[in-house]
């Protein structure tokens, strides 16, 4: 991408947001001030449980006022090239149909944002899918057979396999997570070092960790999660315009369960149906030869995938309003008693998108990695 574009685009993409602009007041429960107020009153985002920390590192997340989350801006090319990303996204004159069903799997993206004082600073404007939760247990979950995307060094390559050698074949690395002891009134907290020590054998018992209160295993938040999961895997089965590395999702359940569990919606039953025994390894296919300069202008390809039979031109883009969601197939009968199942009200968003890349291929080491995540927690909540 030239100097010109770069500037055109950063010109284009600069939507200031300013105090009184977000979802709504305050910030919610469990969110507190983990220092005095900085930033026009924006503090340190307390219950982060990976990444980059305010305070700690160079750039960091912070809590703004309104209760929204405020994302500093990496160092170029991978903060402009996540700037890109939501913007492209969340873009109003957005009608690619594949692109719309993202928006459901993401955090919700109000724009940019900077402090008068610091107005070189920018950050992106987030929606904090934690805020509704009284006790939120979070955790972080890297997904792929590979964490470096396809212009990384040699030096980067090996670093990032250093880290975890495990991950091309697990397909997928706990970065983080804290979850709610209900005896203690507290937080457990798991860090990235504890992730890393996970291999084959132990993966499923670490994994139920984050589903443990102390007392007993949430089986309802894990049944939540699997449909969540399976959600965003059919997405990435349907499509094949954006390769993802490096990117996370982000699991939040309530530490405090509900009195009375919402029950499975129609829809979310037939997503729990297809949910099915994971066997085998596919092919891991990098072969992404597009400039960087093409990314932003995927929406003039179509989604290629079985639930969206009609394919558009690739050489035109034709807006077509469709926002309708992927057509959820239903695969096998209801078993008895499934009716009667109930659900955690859990969220699973995808988020960290510094390493995203167009392509003409399936993302298989993201499938990959869901369909291994999708297996374990499977395992645990059938144990």
């Not at 090319?77 to 492209?88: A, V």
């Not at 070189?120 to 997904?143: A, H, N, S």
């Not at 990032?160 to 907290?189: A, C, T, W």
């Amino acid at each position: 991408m030239d100097s010109s574009s770069s500037v055109a685009l950063r010109r284009r993409l600069e939507i200031r947001s300013d105090l009184s602009s977000g979802p709504g007041p305050g910030p919610g429960p469990g969110l507190g001030h983990a220092s005095g107020p900085r930033l026009n009153g924006c503090v340190p985002l307390s219950h982060q449980v990976a990444g980059h920390k305010y305070g700690v590192d160079k750039v960091g997340i912070l809590q703004h006022p309104d209760g929204t989350v405020l994302k500093q801006l990496q160092p170029p090319p991978r903060g402009p090239r996540e700037m890109q990303f939501y913007s492209m996204v969340y873009a109003e004159d957005c009608h690619d149909p594949c692109l719309l069903v993202l928006q459901q799997h993401l955090p919700k993206f109000f724009g940019t944002w900077s402090s008068p004082d610091s107005p070189t600073d920018l950050y992106l404007k987030l929606e904090d899918v934690t805020r509704r939760f009284q006790k939120p247990c979070i955790m972080d979950v890297k997904i792929g057979q590979r964490s470096y995307d396809p212009f990384a060094s040699q030096e980067k390559r090996e670093q990032q396999i250093r880290k975890y050698p495990l991950m091309e074949e697990i397909g997928f690395l706990v970065l983080g997570m804290r979850v709610y002891n209900v005896g203690s009134d507290s937080f457990d907290s798991y860090d990235q070092h504890y992730g890393r020590g996970l291999v084959k054998e132990t993966i499923k018992d670490g994994l139920s960790k984050f589903f443990f209160n102390g007392d007993v295993l949430r089986k309802d938040a894990i049944t939540a999660s699997i449909v969540k999961v399976q959600k965003i895997l059919l997405w990435f089965e349907g499509q094949s315009q954006l390769n993802f590395y490096a990117s996370s999702l982000l699991f939040v359940y309530d530490g405090v369960p509900s009195a009375s569990p919402r029950m499975l919606s129609s829809e979310e039953k037939t997503t729990a149906r297809t949910l099915e025994k994971i066997d085998g390894v596919l092919e891991y296919n990098n072969n992404i030869d597009q400039s960087l300069s093409t990314m932003y202008s995927l929406h003039k390809k179509g989604c290629t995938s079985s639930h969206h039979q009609a394919k558009q031109d690739n050489s035109k883009w034709q807006p077509n309003g469709n926002r309708s969601p992927i057509q959820l197939e239903a695969k096998g009968q209801d078993k008895p008693g499934e009716a009667d199942r109930s659900e955690a009200d859990v969220e699973v968003r995808m988020i960290d998108f510094a390493h995203v890349f167009p392509s003409e291929v399936h993302d298989h080491g993201y499938i990959y990695g869901l369909r291994n995540l999708l297996k374990v927690l499977q395992e645990i909540l059938e144990d």
